[in-house]
């Protein structure tokens, strides 16, 4: 049910930055609509990391920061670190659909 | 501190209704719409549905309109999710979860969320 995709897995060692991408379409990214990050830990409930495709909650690590172009979104880590290991999704509202807010295909980040 | 509870997990036969409740502690409740996002094991997150919490109105994902229903009590400051007709593939993880707003402005995405709620549906 996911109509954003992203690649299932990026890996790097401490210190390293990684990206991962979130492609869309004209419904959803492309139409102009917010992107936004969640971190999702081992057996924890998913964490806004960025929202409105660049801003940091309050408390969240200025290593994690996010852009937009077109169709697609990326979020970058860079410093990676042992505890950044776990899923990723982005997210958007889509005008097309069933269902107005949509996730990603999830990214596994793993800490070499 | 901020916080939103969900209720237990809960195991349940194809064909049956779940309730979860989503109880909100330490924000003006009214203020802020509450979504329901599952997750399936070994899946990504899939939005239901969400309600605004000041008067009530409710807007569902056409994947579960006619089987899911969100309420709340604001006298309890709880959101309540019920899901009729399950199915095998409804097991998931249910999440609650709010609205970000920031200065007046919904971004459209969620900023709290609820512990989730595992339901298993089986026969």
């Known amino acids: 049910h996911s109509v954003l995709t992203q690649p299932p897995s990026v890996s790097g060692a401490p210190g390293q930055r990684v990206t991962i991408s979130c492609t869309g379409s004209?419904?959803?990214?492309?139409?102009?609509?917010?992107v936004h990050w969640y971190q999702q830990l081992p057996g924890t409930a998913p964490k806004l990391l960025v929202y409105g495709n660049k801003r940091r909650p309050s408390g969240v690590p200025d290593r994690f920061s996010g852009y937009k172009s077109d169709t697609s979104a990326f979020l970058a880590i860079t410093g990676l670190q042992a505890e950044d290991e776990g899923d990723y999704y982005c997210?958007?509202?889509?005008?097309?659909?069933?269902?107005?807010?949509?996730f990603g295909t999830g990214t596994k980040v793993t800490v070499l | 501190q901020v916080h939103l509870v969900q209720s237990g997990t809960e195991v349940k036969r194809p064909g049956a209704s779940v309730r979860v409740s989503c109880k909100a502690s330490?924000?003006?409740?009214?203020?802020?719409?509450i979504h329901w996002v599952r997750q399936a094991p070994g899946q990504s997150l899939e939005w239901m549905g969400w309600i605004n919490v000041g008067d009530g109105g409710t807007k569902y994902s056409e994947n579960f309109q006619d089987r899911v229903a969100i309420t709340r009590d604001t006298s309890a400051t709880t959101v309540y999710m019920e899901l009729s007709g399950l199915k095998i593939e409804d097991t998931a993880v249910y999440y609650c979860a709010r609205d970000l707003e920031v200065g007046g402005y919904n971004y459209g995405c969620f900023d709290l969320w609820g512990q989730g709620t595992l339901v298993t549906v089986s026969s």
């Open positions: 997210q958007s509202y889509d005008n097309s659909l069933k269902t107005l807010y949509v």
């Open positions: 330490g924000y003006m409740f009214a203020r802020y719409a």
């Open positions: 004209g419904s959803n990214i492309g139409a102009g609509y917010d």
